[in-house]
């Protein structure tokens, strides 16, 4: 959650540091998987639509890349939060509860 400004400013922050170590979009899904031998297996895409590899990054490549997204993330008031419903147990309580916990709008009907 944060604001309009604030958003912006990290959106600039983080594709300022994408587009120094020559990426397109960052997936820590790819970033972070390594063989048996610790090597970075993922991929990356790079500006011009090319795929590359982690896997060539010298570690403190990959070190600094890492703690610049980071500084992008934490140089900005934006404040994470999450939920979660256990969908079972909401589609076993009424309508009327279902609508109370969601913020529904109840109408008498009358207009």
Do not use: C
Request: proline residues 4%; aromatic residues 14%; charged residues 25%.
């Amino acid at each position: 959650m944060a604001s309009i400004g604030q958003w912006v400013a990290f959106d600039e922050r983080w594709k300022r540091v994408l587009r120094k170590y020559d990426v397109l979009d960052f997936h820590s899904k790819e970033f972070f998987p390594v063989d048996s031998r610790g090597k970075r297996v993922g991929r990356y895409r790079k500006p011009d639509g090319s795929k590359a590899s982690f896997g060539e990054w010298a570690e403190d490549l990959a070190s600094a890349f890492i703690a610049e997204l980071l500084g992008a993330i934490s140089n900005t008031s934006i404040h994470p939060i999450g939920a979660m419903v256990d969908v079972p147990a909401f589609r076993g309580l009424t309508y009327g509860e279902r609508k109370f916990l969601t913020g529904g709008i109840f109408s008498d009907g009358g207009g």
